[in-house]
């Protein structure tokens, strides 16, 4: 097995491509867009946060959606129109509760693991993408939410992870600029924020370098494979060609799934929308009123990160809606509002939206090894820790291709 097709120019696919060519492998992406990170891997939340670590999985979650369904700012939103596949994951989802624990140190670990890989990355390839190693602040405005994310904290240093309670007055003198009170915090110093549109760019003309042919601007059609090859067919918007390759990775965050049917696999993502802002820090007052450690807001599930001197990033809130990927303003207000609150001398004056699909497994673990055909293999479904993650799938990824050849 030599040469490699891998499907997907997001943060997946090309920490996938640079692995694998890394190892001698003759490796071709193909990427519908015109250029690397456009979609989810464009304005996500920014953080490389392994004390996000904690799985969805648990009652508290199902309760929270019952209670948020009709609440159009509800930090959790289900459209109610049923539809088959989003009845099958969510009864998944369900089915994976007994694993909560488990799954949520396990993530941990693998964040834990990822970091030497991503940063050595970067350093070897001089990839500048406003990386802050300045920690990561949880903050909880109850004694029930903080209760539970001790408990958590607990379960984190089962995967390795450091994380202490904060007391307000600690959390003020971590992070000055915090408004509001609250009941108490967790700090992680080891965790960390950057942009990943820039990472994503600066590692895909790294695989240029290493001698991967990158496909941009190429829609794949259709996929095929047997017990010794694979083969791609791509549209380019003036013609069709198909490829022949020894193997194939799927790596196409939500269009993971329909891409698995073709080659005889069940690869249950699901599209959940999150939202993001990015606060432009125009004048002096701003830059220094906006926050320099990344927050994460349990009661909004908000996450923050400081991208360089003049941009704030605020994301989250999780959106079951199947493809849509319409920016609702009564989705963008609340993180508007929440700026506004807890950092009242930012302007908001400019504010830039977006929304993405994350690309989701019911068990909230990433989809990382073969399919049933040996030739065919699947990094995907890495959910709201893509980036977080990337590195070590990666490296998981192209051990398996390896194990293969």
């Not at 939410?145 to 001790?150: M, P, T």
């Not at 003049?310 to 959106?319: L, Q």
């Amino acid at each position: 097995m030599k040469s490699i097709a891998v499907i997907g120019g997001g943060i997946t696919g090309i920490t996938t491509a640079y692995t694998l060519a890394k190892r001698g492998y003759d490796v071709t992406v193909y990427e519908k867009h015109r250029y690397a990170a456009m979609e989810t891997s464009f304005a996500n939340g920014g953080q490389l946060s392994a004390s996000n670590a904690e799985v969805w999985n648990n009652l508290q979650t199902i309760k929270k959606g019952f209670k948020w369904m009709f609440r159009s700012d509800a930090p959790l939103l289900v459209n109610p129109k049923p539809s088959w596949h989003k009845l099958s994951w969510f009864a998944e989802f369900i089915a994976a509760i007994p694993q909560y624990e488990k799954n949520t140190t396990e993530t941990a670990r693998l964040a834990i693991a990822a970091r030497d890989y991503l940063f050595q990355w970067a350093q070897d390839e001089g990839i500048d993408f406003d990386l802050k190693k300045q920690g990561i602040l949880h903050i909880y405005r109850d004694k029930a939410g903080f209760d539970h994310a001790a408990h958590v904290s607990k379960l984190l240093a089962a995967g390795g992870l450091e994380r202490r309670p904060v007391t307000p007055e600690e959390m003020k003198s971590i992070e000055p600029t915090l408004a509001g009170t609250y009941y108490g915090g967790f700090f992680t110093e080891s965790d960390s924020t950057g942009d990943i549109h820039m990472f994503t760019n600066g590692l895909a003309e790294a695989i240029v370098r290493l001698g991967v042919k990158t496909n941009y601007g190429q829609t794949v059609t259709e996929l095929s494979a047997d017990e010794k090859h694979a083969w791609v067919t791509a549209y380019d918007d003036e013609q069709q060609h198909r490829d022949t390759f020894d193997g194939v990775v799927i790596c196409a965050g939500v269009g993971s799934r329909e891409l698995a049917a073709k080659l005889g696999d069940r690869v249950n993502v699901y599209p959940v929308k999150g939202y993001s802002i990015t606060v432009q820090l125009d004048d002096e007052q701003s830059q220094k009123a906006a926050p320099t450690v990344s927050l994460l807001d349990d009661a909004t599930k908000l996450v923050t990160s400081r991208l360089g001197d003049g941009r704030f990033r605020v994301a989250g809130t999780a959106e079951f809606n199947g493809f849509n990927r319409n920016i609702r303003d009564d989705r963008i207000k609340p993180l508007t509002r929440w700026v506004e609150e807890c950092f009242p001398g930012v302007c908001t004056r400019r504010v830039v939206p977006w929304a993405g699909l994350r690309p989701m497994m019911p068990n909230m673990m990433p989809r990382v090894g073969t399919g049933k055909l040996p030739t065919v293999f699947y990094n995907t479904g890495h959910g709201h820790l893509g980036w977080t993650l990337s590195a070590i799938t990666a490296e998981m990824l192209a051990e398996t291709v390896d194990q293969r050849s």
